[in-house]
């Protein structure tokens, strides 16, 4: 597999840039921090913005976040067509920043949610997967905000681009008519990219089911740093 | 008063304190608190009437809450010496040894006064309280459990506070990252009034970074980082914590705190770097009574002195007094020691990290705890003047009144035989009581009835369609609904509303008898095979019938849990709740508890290295059941050889590790299906058994022989057989030999119990091991099918069991107020 150099973007009350970083090294990858006032990126080939609660998410998630110096240099490097992943809170701050449509709304059920669950992998341009279209994948969710909601015209442009990439489902991959999705997600929708593709928003924790050691039993993760690989070395 | 050592006590600094007049001192102690002896004290300590200032000071520092008085006495019983500990109790928190220069930190805390007048608030504070006090050893917290208690869930109070602590404990771990893997909970009249929230911590660090709380070093800087002081929690530990509740309660509420997770979060990053760069010559939170007993204990600790300017203390209100800045509660600050070479670059790290940080005193070697404010005229600026040792350590001791409880005697011998006839319009015989239902359709529709209506339990275990008694299953719906109970059915509502999985370490998630962690520093360093397994465990009820047992048998369930994963017990943590410790009956349930636990500790040869006791949990004079907390660590050699609850694989056998005897005293079958009564013998505990029990199962486990390991609790075989199918998503068909009563064979709660269960090849070699052992067994059936069949007594639908197990508690609570 490809070696590629990721630079994970640590904001105050980022939690899971350990997680990611862990997951990124046991995949043979290079994975190093970038602090959120760092602005220089031209080193990686790829950019993660991990979850947790950014500035501790005490005004809408990731809309302080936005504004780290690092989020201009994101933008800039996004616009270059190089790949960028936002995870959870990541996911936030990529709407919040309009690197990605809609917004991220509280929970259906008013919950934080916590649990492995079933989505499945919808035909897309997302360069950061690579997996052929209803493969269902077991992957953590764990939020309180992750009920993802944007205006129809948006909806529809986004079926009519490739942008819906991942879609929450029942355990054999079908999705139910009133909804499949535990926080309520508009349309299910669980990750979304941009048009090119290289921007990618997902909900769900890819890094938790990596290392099966870790204890979720699952490596289904996996396949969210790897088909990146062979992206940018084609590109 | 063991204030006596009147000639070490240092000589003051200040002879120009301002103080008090000797009838208003008095008078202000007493509103504070203190009782007249203990004022009497203060002033003998002193050497003169004390300022406003230092009375403050004293209330809370010779709080019950700070200084144990009533139970320091009791908790010597106690050992903190083996092999694995690197530090016992007397510090923020203990730390074992693991492994590989591995070291765990640990402790649990009650935050139970708080809680119970604003839930959110009170179990989130309570959670950045502990953690505080693992990061202060210089570990990164890995992992919290909480031990909680609440009333009944058809009292829309309860769900309110049931609802708001698992919300706020939940808000605080999940913003910090830290996760929470396990914990228990139970609903019982006898928290009405006072709800528990005993938040357990979890913390890792290589042995070398391993710090504490002692000052030292003259002329180094006290430096105060994190947030600013507000008057949030003023007296929280006196007020709160430290009294009983009564109808004023409510008007308690601005006592407690209010969490900021997001500090807390950053205070951990900034700590753990400056701990690591050794530039912390010590570090200690302020918890309970701020940087009053923060800064007091570390001075005495370190054998030196301590001068504070309060001026300095960033403060979020205006007009604050230096008492109240010395007393206030806020929450997420820390209080290190720094060399002034040092500071420079503590300064730019806390910057950096978008942190306060402010030197405000020094480290002197006068032995004073001083109080200054430099906003006063210069000679009349000092306010407080302490002899820093006598206030921290040597705080007043009690001989508390022990009487044995008058209703011991009568709920122990509820059941026996030997009694006075049951007279004749006695509507229910006593010895025919805990079979009544049992054998009794009619009756035992009725007393399901009612629970329904009541809202203690759901309709659903009314489908008589699902549940329906047959001849050959003539127990059916009994069995429904002792596991839709919520003291028994899953608690994923809960841990589904808590982040148990950041820093990818957790092996074995939440619902198991033990949670699993991998040892590692994720995403920083080194990652291991070892891992560490947690447990909370207590039975209140046990406690309540027979403190002495009951204690033990908390720690025993604790080892039983731990063994179930093949993890070997290293240390516990406790958390006391009790009453009040004033009433010789509450004392004498705390004296035996602690006798029974201490006793049972140094049996199976396990230290204790941390805890906390909280007394006062008592409304309108009713006292919670006796509650001492054990929160269990244990070593896990090698995480890819552990067992989990669930059956695995069609044709295991099934085999129960210990037997069962007819002992429903205090069980969960005579709550649920006699009208809550709460009586009996509790089950008996015979040490021996239990250690070599635990020692077979463990060890079968490390060696990769069982399928799968689950410990028998409350309900009993009955409520573990569902649990293994429900867990693993397969039936399994079993008859059980013993010569009981149906309901005494399936829910009695004899102790030292495991089911496990044990592929062909393995079953031989299991049995040998048990035979050689010298323990008891039987087989009791096999592994499959997709229903549980126990024969003669129930047979169920697995999937229709999860359904009522799993949604059970979540209807519960979300279900509108009547």
């Known amino acids: ?235 | 008063m063991s204030a006596t050592n009147n000639a070490a006590i240092p000589a003051p600094v200040s002879d120009n304190v301002v103080t008090l007049d000797a009838d208003l001192a008095l008078e202000v102690a007493l509103q504070l608190g203190l009782n007249s002896k203990e004022y009497e004290g203060v002033v003998k300590t002193q050497g003169r009437t004390p300022s406003l200032t230092e009375l403050y000071i004293y209330s809370l520092m010779w709080s019950e809450h700070c200084s144990y008085k009533h139970s320091k006495k009791q908790l010597r019983m106690f050992s903190s010496e083996g092999e694995h500990v690197l530090q016992g109790p007397g510090e923020n928190a203990g730390v074992i040894s693991v492994g590989d220069g591995w070291a765990v930190a640990f402790k649990m805390e009650s935050h139970n006064h708080p809680s119970a007048i604003e839930p959110f608030e009170g179990a989130a504070t309570g959670v950045g309280g502990i953690i505080r006090d693992i990061f202060t050893m210089g570990a990164r917290p890995i992992a919290c459990l909480d031990s909680l208690r609440f009333g009944t869930l058809d009292k829309p109070r309860q769900r309110y506070l049931f609802e708001g602590a698992v919300a706020g404990i939940g808000s605080y771990g999940n913003c910090l990252g830290v996760p929470t893997i396990g914990g228990e909970v139970y609903f019982d009249e006898a928290y009405e009034g006072n709800c528990l929230i005993n938040a357990m911590a979890i913390g890792l660090m290589r042995e070398e970074n391993l710090t504490r709380a002692v000052g030292s070093g003259p002329g180094n800087l006290v430096v105060l980082i994190g947030s600013s002081t507000g008057r949030d929690g003023i007296g929280g530990a006196s007020v709160l914590a430290s009294q009983e509740f009564d109808e004023a309660a409510e008007n308690k509420r601005p006592a407690v705190q209010v969490g900021d997770p997001f500090e807390e979060k950053l205070l951990i990053e900034v700590c753990l770097e400056l701990l690591q760069r050794k530039l912390f010559v010590a570090l200690g939170d302020l918890g309970a009574a701020g940087l009053t007993s923060s800064a007091s204990e570390m001075a005495s600790r370190g054998g030196v002195g301590i001068d504070i300017d309060v001026s300095k203390v960033p403060q979020r209100e205006s007009g604050m007094q230096p008492f109240e800045i010395m007393v206030s509660e806020s929450q997420e600050r820390m209080l290190a020691v720094v060399k002034p070479d040092d500071f420079a670059a503590v300064e730019e790290a806390c910057k950096r990290w978008g942190v306060a940080c402010t030197a405000i005193g020094t480290i002197t070697d006068t032995g004073r705890f001083v109080v200054r404010d430099t906003n006063l005229p210069a000679g009349e600026d000092i306010v407080a003047d302490m002899p820093a040792e006598m206030l921290a350590e040597s705080a007043p001791e009690y001989d508390t009144l022990m009487q044995r409880p008058a209703y011991l005697d009568m709920l122990q011998s509820f059941f026996d035989e030997d009694q006075e006839e049951d007279s004749a319009d006695d509507p229910v015989s006593r010895t025919r009581f805990v079979s009544s239902t049992a054998e009794d359709p009619q009756l035992l529709h009725d007393v399901l009835t009612e629970h329904v209506i009541s809202g203690k339990l759901p309709s659903a275990v009314m489908d008589t369609q699902a549940f329906a008694p047959t001849p050959e299953a003539p127990l059916n719906q009994m069995f429904m609904a002792m596991l839709a109970s919520p003291n028994i059915a899953s608690k994923a509502w809960i841990y589904r509303q808590y982040d148990h999985q950041v820093m990818n370490n957790t092996v074995v998630l939440p619902g198991a008898d033990a949670a699993v962690l991998r040892i590692g520093d994720t995403g920083r360093g080194e990652m291991s095979n070892r891992g560490i397994a947690a447990t909370t465990d207590c039975n209140g009820r046990y406690c309540y019938l027979d403190p002495y047992t009951g204690a033990q048998i908390a720690l025993a369930e604790a080892g039983r849990n731990l063994a179930c994963v093949g993890a070997t017990p290293a240390a516990i943590t406790d958390c006391l709740n009790f009453g009040n410790p004033e009433k010789p009956e509450v004392f004498y349930t705390f004296h035996e508890a602690i006798k029974g636990l201490s006793e049972a500790c140094k049996f199976f040869n396990i230290p204790v290295i941390s805890g906390n006791v909280s007394f006062y949990n008592e409304s309108f004079g009713n006292a919670i059941y006796p509650t001492p907390a054990v929160g269990m660590v244990g070593l896990v050699d090698d995480i890819t050889k552990i067992a989990t609850t669930g059956f695995k694989n069609e044709g295991d056998t099934i085999i129960l590790v210990g037997e069962t005897e007819d002992e429903l005293g205090g069980s969960e079958y005579l709550k649920v299906m006699h009208g809550g009564l709460v009586a009996g013998r509790i089950p008996k505990l015979d040490l021996e058994l239990e250690r070599d029990i635990q020692a077979v199962v463990r060890d079968a486990v490390k060696d990769g022989l069982l399928a799968s390991a689950h410990d028998l609790s409350e309900g009993g075989m009955g409520v573990a057989l569902a649990e293994c199918c429900i867990a693993g998503c397969i039936g399994a068909t079993v008859a059980l030999d013993d010569d009981l009563a149906a309901h005494s064979s399936l829910f009695s709660e004899t102790q030292s119990r495991i089911l496990v269960s044990v592929a062909e090849k393995n079953s031989a070699e299991l049995i040998t091991r048990l035979t050689d052992a010298n323990v008891p067994y039987s087989v009791i059936g096999e592994v499959g099918g997709s229903n549980l069949n126990i024969e003669g007594k129930i047979n169920l639908d697995v999937e229709k069991m999860t359904n009522i197990y799993n949604n059970i508690l979540e209807q519960l609570v979300t279900r509108k107020s009547a």
């Open chain 1, 1 to 235: 597999m490809t070696n590629m150099r990721f630079g994970v973007v640590v904001f105050p009350g980022s939690n899971c840039e350990q997680d990611v970083v862990h997951a990124l090294r046991y995949l043979g990858h290079t994975a190093d921090y970038v602090w959120h006032q760092d602005t220089n990126l031209a080193a990686f080939d790829a950019i993660v913005l991990p979850g947790g609660f950014s500035y501790g998410d005490y005004l809408r998630c990731g809309a302080v976040a936005r504004f780290s110096p690092v989020m201009e240099a994101v933008s800039a490097y996004a616009n270059e067509g190089r790949p960028v992943i936002g995870i959870c809170n990541g996911f936030q701050i990529l709407t919040e920043a309009h690197l990605l449509p809609g917004a991220l709304l509280r929970n259906s059920g008013l919950k934080f949610i916590c649990k492995e669950t079933p989505m499945r992998v919808e035909k897309s341009n997302c360069k950061w997967l690579d997996l052929p279209e209803g493969t269902v994948l077991h992957i953590p969710i764990n939020h309180n905000e992750g009920n993802y909601f944007c205006d129809p015209e948006t909806l529809k442009s986004m079926e009519a681009n490739g942008q819906i990439v991942l879609r929450y489902c029942n355990e054999d991959g079908s999705r139910s008519v009133d909804g499949s999705a535990p926080n309520g997600a508009m349309d299910d929708i669980a990750g979304i990219c941009n048009e090119r593709g290289n921007v990618f928003g997902l909900m769900p924790h890819p890094e938790r089911v990596t290392d099966s050691l870790g204890g979720n039993n699952g490596t289904d993760g996996a396949a969210f740093f790897t088909a990146i690989a062979a992206y940018v070395k084609g590109a």
